[in-house]
């Protein structure tokens, strides 16, 4: 690489670096490394060139291969001096915390460059993924929601934040654990905003371990890695939990922020490694929100490196019936994930006394989940309302005389109903029983097919009706 064109004060660093690496012995050749690597990327900022921090890891790639470390070593180690420098700590801290690092890095760090391997016994360590919505959102993967714009994808994305952070099945995808969620929000960060204050008003969700990162995210530069992990781990602090997902809207906006060109593999390739780099830092899922072309029938919009990089990639379309569908996935066929609707929620009256609306996604019901063979089938949620029906029909329970409650509701009491339920084993009584009634019955209020208020429980009127009608 020629350095000829950076500022004389970085020159001289890199140049001082080069001298000291090179007598340096190889045991602590990795923690003399990280050390340069860490400095020479605080130099960014005395460039004027906007490419300076690209050409001071180029440098860093350069140096260490001159010095025996094979590339993947180098990623490592250059990771290793973004996550000291995003913690603000001292060079003895720093070096304190990878004091150990020559003798743990997965590879060898000597002439031969040998690469981290899996032996063929041991492959099946890896058979079983680590699930937040089973089926379709796991840990380690990067999946790709692409749209026409106003399609509903952020939307879509808004409703899986919620179940992934509630644990709540999501379209007959069973939740498997509770994260915590960071959302970039690069376009429209105040809708986000307002789409999730709906599932607080209209659900009654409160708690729920989810932020939204309203900053612009330059993913063509290599310090994206330290300002994503740096947010996460500031989230994570404020949860008391682990971040599980991590929502870019749009990845165009976040490759073109930097000057780079969604049509180009080269800057798709470039934002694909970073992403990779914040995998290898983070137990995360990365979602990002994408758009078809004009020509929604050839996919994403785009290079097609975004393409054969992502693990899933699901294309919503229609008009009012909305349909989410895998379009590629690495080890699943292509099927469809879910339909849904989008509807209008009033959140208030502006200073004019005109209605403040967002558009969310319509609880589960009227289209019914979609499953993996893609056959209808009734889900716990369904099986619950069922057995709500036969408390009514079984049982006479005391009004409260709460106003709330309207004079021609038949209620039962939560105890009763959970109790039947029990019974009947749809919840697991020898299991997690509390979230499991939880999840039913948040799944239930939320698509408009039952009210609760304190311990009382009742169908809503129409699905009365309905059953009343033998439907």
């Known amino acids: 690489m020629d350095a000829n064109d950076l500022p004389l004060e970085i020159k001289s660093v890199l140049q001082s670096w080069m001298r000291t690496l090179a007598g340096t012995d190889r045991n602590v050749l990795a923690r003399q ?222 490759i073109a922020a930097g000057g780079g060109d969604e049509d180009k593999a080269r800057d798709q390739n470039r934002a694909a490694a970073n992403l990779r780099r914040v995998h290898a830092l983070l137990n995360v899922h990365v979602a990002l929100v994408g758009h078809t072309g004009r020509d929604e029938r050839r996919g994403a919009r785009g290079s097609n490196a975004h393409v054969g990089d992502v693990d899933v990639m699901v294309q919503i379309s229609g008009k009012i019936t909305k349909t989410a569908q895998v379009v590629k996935g690495n080890d699943q066929p292509e099927r469809v994930i879910a339909r849904f609707k989008l509807e209008a929620f009033e959140l208030g009256r502006d200073e004019d006394g005109d209605s403040i609306t967002t558009a969310i996604v319509a609880g589960e019901g009227a289209e019914g989940p979609i499953h993996a063979n893609n056959r209808r089938t009734k889900t716990k949620a369904e099986e619950a309302l069922r057995v709500l029906f036969e408390c009514i029909s079984d049982s006479a329970t005391p009004r409260s005389g709460d106003d709330r409650i309207p004079a021609e509701a038949s209620v039962v009491t939560m105890d009763v109903w959970r109790d039947r339920l029990k019974r009947h084993s749809i919840i697991n009584p020898a299991g997690n029983w509390r979230e499991q009634f939880k999840r039913v019955h948040v799944t239930l209020k939320k698509s408009g097919l039952i009210s609760i208020c304190g311990d009382f429980v009742w169908p809503s009127q129409s699905i009365t009706t309905r059953h009343s009608e033998g439907l």
Not at 45 to 68: C, F, K, P, T, W
Not at 213 to 231: A, H, K, M, N, Y
Request: hydrophobic share 45%; proline share 2%.
């Open 33 to 254: 490394f990280v050390r340069a690597a860490t400095e020479i990327l605080r130099l960014a900022s005395i460039g004027e060139q906007s490419n300076v921090r690209l050409q001071l890891v180029d440098y860093l790639h350069v140096m260490g291969a001159q010095h025996g470390l094979s590339q993947e070593a180098v990623v490592t180690l250059i990771d290793s001096a973004v996550l000291a420098s995003s913690d603000r700590r001292s060079d003895e801290t720093s070096l304190a915390a990878v004091s150990e690092l020559d003798a743990s890095l997965p590879f060898e760090l000597s002439n031969t460059r040998a690469l981290k391997f899996t032996h063929f016994d041991d492959c099946g360590d890896f058979a079983n993924k680590q699930w937040l919505l089973k089926g379709i959102v796991a840990l380690g993967e990067t999946s790709a929601w692409i749209a026409p714009p106003g399609a509903g994808k952020s939307a879509l994305l808004t409703e899986i934040a919620i179940h992934c952070a509630a644990k709540i099945d999501w379209q007959g995808h069973r939740a498997r654990a509770s994260c915590g969620v960071v959302v970039f929000a690069l376009e429209r960060g105040d809708l986000f905003k307002r789409r999730l204050y709906v599932y607080h008003q209209r659900d009654g969700l409160t708690g729920l371990p989810i932020v939204v990162v309203d900053s612009v995210i330059d993913l063509i530069d290599p310090g994206c890695v330290e300002t994503i992990v740096s947010t996460v781990k500031a989230a994570e602090q404020r949860f008391g939990r682990e971040v599980g997902l991590i929502i870019l809207d749009t990845y165009a906006k976040a």
